[in-house]
């Protein structure tokens, strides 16, 4: 059966006779490769064969960042194989994608061609390969941290900077999608399972047959068939883990929970045993305060609610702050936010040099209606915080404080997640509170029920709370400092 073009295709193959600028002579791609030598070949993926190549002066026809013409160049060339199961519309969709939208943490496309039965891709080279080949290899530690930034980075620009009203869903994020040039600078590629969809509501999604690669591939999405922007989510959580274990998302070769690392990596951080994953090449490198950091942020991509996923923004933060732990210039951070992102109104309490934090108080029942803060400065002088939730009047009737000893410093929190009932139903809020120091663990103050979250960190971290507040205490976050 003869298939129709769909209207994306349509309007692709429009744009791409607008390109005749980026169409290549089939036989310059040949002299390039050396007919697709196999002396040249570098790889193989869905797509067809890929072959390094140096495009002669008279077809390089693609300029650089600053406008000027490239007088020749090395490339990567990927040849359709029409046996290969990908076809004209990943043809299609990657001309559409890589010319329309640049950066700098994407793949640059130098050109194509569609003569006769060749449909013929033509990157940029980038040097090193792809990120897939240095899992477990001697990168340190702030290598991978900066690879991953540049990774999130593309992801992030994909995600809500292409363009006003959209964004682009990769639909296959996966370490060897991930390209390194020479300077360990991070792109990402192989755009021929994106899709486009609507960024005007909370959640883009869009029906489609599952796509993506075992092991990477969003569980929610095979499983619903239902695409949004947490599916990449999801894919570069398992890339985030493989940076950190030295390892592939799936080796066959195993039968247990090792084979598949998006699950021994969750069940291992659930027991607090995540550090026994960790490339043993890295383990003595990590500090503390970084490997805490960039955990945390990669187990919550993997939450099989989506609702619970960060966005690339989130990651890219946290990804910055474990970098800066790490090096040792960090000075205050943010510590995600757990409950709602969009409920009430934001509020923060940041500590001062001079102050430290002597009383908390709650207004609780099945979850937190309000939350308050008592500090001291050197000369013992007390102040208190605005009530941060409870308007309108709303209390839950209970009320109470946790007071702190002088030389009690607070080293984590613990929660859970949850959603109101009654006659304000459904909205995310905090449900409960824990609070731990170095001498007590307070609490849990309101319902243990919902989703549970966790945040420990070292003594003398501890520099304040954030979060949003209306009606209740809708989100919790916490500042700290490095300690080095």
Request: proline share 2%.
């Amino acid at each position: 059966m003869q298939r129709h073009p769909t209207h994306l295709q349509n309007f692709v193959m429009s744009l791409i006779q607008e390109l005749d600028h980026l169409k290549i002579p089939v036989q310059d791609i040949k002299l390039a490769t050396n007919n697709f030598s196999d002396s040249n070949f570098i790889g193989q993926g869905g797509f067809g064969r890929v072959y390094k190549g140096q495009l002669p002066i008279s077809a390089a026809a693609s300029t650089t960042a600053t406008g000027s013409i490239r007088p020749s160049t090395t490339v990567a060339v990927k040849r359709l194989d029409v046996k290969g199961g990908q076809g004209q519309s990943e043809f299609l969709m990657e001309i559409f994608m890589l010319s329309s939208y640049k950066h700098e943490n994407i793949v640059s496309l130098v050109g194509f061609c569609e003569e006769g039965d060749e449909k013929i891709l033509v990157y940029n080279h980038e040097g090193r390969g792809s990120l897939d080949n240095y899992l477990a290899t001697d990168l340190t530690w702030v290598q991978r941290l900066l690879i991953c930034l540049g990774a999130a980075r593309g992801l992030n620009y994909l995600h809500s900077g292409v363009g006003e009203g959209h964004r682009v869903l990769h639909r296959d994020i996966k370490s060897s999608n991930v390209l390194l040039d020479e300077n360990w600078e991070a792109k990402i590629s192989d755009f021929g399972l994106s899709k486009i969809g609507p960024t005007n509501q909370e959640l883009t999604f869009l029906v489609t047959n599952a796509a993506g690669t075992f092991g990477y591939v969003d569980p929610l999405y095979v499983s619903t068939g239902v695409l949004t922007k947490e599916s990449d989510v999801y894919s570069f959580g398992v890339i985030l883990f493989e940076v950190l274990c030295g390892r592939l998302a799936m080796i066959g070769q195993y039968d247990d929970e090792r084979r598949f690392l998006s699950h021994w990596a969750q069940l291992r951080y659930k027991e607090g045993k995540l550090d026994e994953l960790v490339f043993h090449k890295i383990r003595e490198q990590i500090k503390p305060n970084s490997l805490r950091t960039f955990s945390r942020i990669a187990i919550q991509c993997l939450k099989f609610d989506r609702k619970q996923r960060p966005t690339m923004a989130m990651i890219m933060e946290q990804l910055q702050i474990s970098l800066e732990f790490q090096i040792g210039c960090r000075r205050i951070s943010r510590i995600g936010l757990w409950g709602s992102s969009t409920g009430g109104s934001p509020w923060s309490l940041q500590l001062d040099s001079n102050q430290k934090l002597r009383k908390i108080t709650i207004d609780h029942e099945d979850w937190l209606y309000s939350i308050c803060f008592t500090t001291e400065d050197f000369s013992g002088s007390l102040e208190s915080s605005p009530r941060h939730g409870g308007t309108g009047g709303n209390s839950g009737g209970r009320i109470s404080e946790v007071d702190f000893n002088g030389d009690e410093e607070l080293i984590g929190i613990l929660g859970t997640v949850g959603k109101t009932t009654g006659r304000y139903a459904n909205y995310i809020v905090i449900s409960s509170l824990c609070f731990k120091t170095t001498k007590n663990t307070y609490g849990p103050f309101g319902k243990e029920t919902g989703t549970s979250f966790s945040v420990p960190w070292d003594v003398g971290s501890f520099a304040g709370f954030y979060g949003r507040a209306g009606f209740y205490l809708d989100g919790l976050g916490c500042y700290v400092k490095a300690t080095i």
